[in-house]
Structure formats: C-alpha cells, structure tokens
C-alpha cells in the first residue's frame, strides 16, 4: 500500500471513529434539568399532580428532561411562589391565584361561590377560560397548566344540618371562604392551616371549611366527625414556569409541556375527585362520620345571601377596564358544558 493512500485510509478512518465518538456523546448529552416548587407537603393532591407531571414529562421526552421537585416549601413558599419562579429560583412552580388578592383581578371569577361541585368541572372550566382570555397578569411567567380543588365544605366537631345552626359558629377560613362564612352566618376565623387542629381541640373554632380531601390527608376526620355540604369557593392553582427557562427549551420539548396543558388539568381534576370520595369513605369507616345536606331552599338562600361577591367582582373589573362580565358569562356556559361532559 503505497504511503498516500495508507494516509488517506487512516485519514478516513479516524475522521469515522470522530463522528461515532461525537455522536455517541451527543445522544448521551446530560439531559435538561429543571426545578419544580410546590409549598404544600407532598402528599397533598396538587404535590401528587406535580410528581405525576415530572414522570410524564420525563418519559414522553425520552429522558432529555428530568424534573426535580420540591414539596413542602423547601424551596419557595407560597407566598413567594409566583415571584419566585419569575426571578428564577425555581423553574416552575405551583402557586394559588387567590392568596394573591388584587393581583390577578379577572381570573379570580372562578374561586367565586358560583356552585361548582366537583374538582373536574371546575378545572376544566378555568383552564378553558385562560386559554381564551390569556390575562396579562400572567405575562411574565409560561403558565404550564391550571386545575382547582374541590368545593369548600364544612367539616366540625358539631353537626350542623341546617343553615340556622351555622349561625355564629367560629369556623375557620380565610380570603373568598372567609367572605363566604360571614355571608351564610358563621363566624369566620382566619389561621394557618397547620394551626387548626390545636385551634379545634381547644375550642377556638368549631370546625373548618375545606375541599374534603384534608378529612383523611391531614386526618382532621379524628377531630371533626361532622361534614356539612355546602358547595362554597373553591381554589384555584396555577402550574408556571420561568419565561427565559421556557424560551430557552427545544421546540419538541416545549411541545411535550404544552399537549400536557388540558391533559394534566384533566388527570388532576379526576384524582382529586376520586381522592374526596375515598377520604370520605375511610372518615365513615374509621371515625363513623357523619354527613349533612342543607334543603334545596337552604341551597338556594345561600345563593342569596353570597352574591353580593358576583356584584363586587363586576364592579371591580368594570372599573380596571377588564371583560369581567364577559368572563363571567364564559364560565356559567362553561360550567354548563363540562357538567354534561364530566357530572356534576
């Protein structure tokens, strides 16, 4: 082999074992690593939604991405949350809309007491609502997704089955569930939730207001043996992400995230439905439990006496120059739709 062409042979083979050893490094690249903050602990129903999403996204990425989370507040609390993930100390996070009063004036229809009944319905409805409206005060943050909790109902130490016995009973509640209380006769008391069991034993409140999930997750069901059904608020949470962290990210790994969007609503919706009804089941089975529905006139005069919340919110939004009656009426026909789709 004459000596040319025994260098243009290593030549050549050299160039190849450089573009196997190139690209073999490429497809083992370290993968994107992203953080995820929630300040509840984890084994509350939005904490299980974000371990859920960080699997999907995970293996529908082929393990380009790998979130880690961070339940508890260990990285952001909730009250710094959303500002949080705009300065980039977590790439994304999940926060509540409604702990942040005035800040996010059109979407705040939703944890008004408009009757949802179930987690699915009413996620499905702020979701949709987002997507059409894209309201500027989230303009700083890619939100991922949007789900709600269940209802508000009334768990306490004593039964209340009718609206009268709710009259001047210390339950606690705070923001929109706080308003909700005063206006159906109760005496609302504002804590932490962490506070309330010591609160319920020594005598400081009688009950709470909550989506029923807590009976079993925080146990309160060993300290209330009484739910009463009144369908109140219920609250909304929001998935977002950093802007720059987002923009920064392949198209199809941005594509991943956003089919997500409806899809995690949904599976979350559904879980936290499924979870209410078997929290009840074991609050019944292990503290005998017991649960009360007001009459359809009680229903109705709750109606009544909370709609000045409708009226405050119109107003408002009226006056910032904000679609609120058109939001609004987007909803009830949402609401309609998603109770045909899902049940109520």
């Not at 939730?193 to 997750?217: C, F, N, R, Y």
Request: charged residues 25%.
């Amino acid at each position: 082999m004459g000596k040319k062409v025994y260098l243009k042979v290593v030549g050549v083979l050299a160039l190849s074992i450089f573009m196997l050893v190139s690209f073999s490094t490429a497809t083992k690249a370290a993968p994107i690593k992203l953080s995820y903050a929630f300040f509840a602990p984890s084994r509350s129903f939005p904490a299980v939604q974000m371990e859920r999403w960080a699997k999907e996204v995970a293996k529908r990425t082929h393990g380009k991405v790998k979130v880690n989370t961070y339940p508890g507040g260990t990285l952001l609390g909730a009250k710094n949350m959303l500002d949080g993930v705009v300065s980039g100390v977590a790439d994304i996070g999940c926060f509540c809309p409604p702990y942040m009063p005035g800040r996010f004036p059109l979407m705040e229809a939703v944890d008004l007491p408009v009757g949802f009944k179930s987690s699915m319905v009413a996620s499905a409805v702020t979701a949709e609502l987002y997507k059409k409206y894209h309201p500027a005060s989230f303009a700083k943050v890619k939100v991922l997704t949007m789900f709600c909790c269940a209802p508000g109902n009334i768990m306490s130490k004593v039964p209340i089955k009718s609206l009268k016995e709710m009259n001047k009973l210390e339950i606690r509640g705070t923001g929109i569930s706080g308003k909700y209380l005063g206006a159906i006769g109760a005496t609302p008391v504002a804590m932490p939730m962490s506070s309330v069991p010591e609160s319920l034993q020594k005598g400081v409140v009688k009950g709470l207001i909550s989506s029923l999930e807590v009976m079993k997750d925080f146990n309160f069901a060993s300290l209330c043996q009484n739910v009463t059904i009144t369908n109140g608020p219920t609250t909304s949470f929001a998935v977002v992400m950093n802007k720059k962290k987002w923009n920064s990210l392949p198209e199809d790994v941005k594509k991943v995230f956003d089919d997500l969007y409806d899809e995690q609503c949904y599976w979350t919706g559904k879980y936290e439905d499924t979870h209410v009804k078997d929290a009840l089941a074991w609050s019944k089975k292990k503290y005998n439990v017991k649960i009360y529905k007001l009459t359809a006139a009680e229903y109705k005069e709750i109606d009544g006496k909370v709609h000045f919340m409708v009226d405050n919110y119109l107003a408002k939004t009226k006056k910032a120059g904000l679609p609120g009656k058109a939001f609004l009426k987007d909803l009830y026909k949402l609401k309609a739709k998603y109770e045909k789709k899902f049940g109520k």
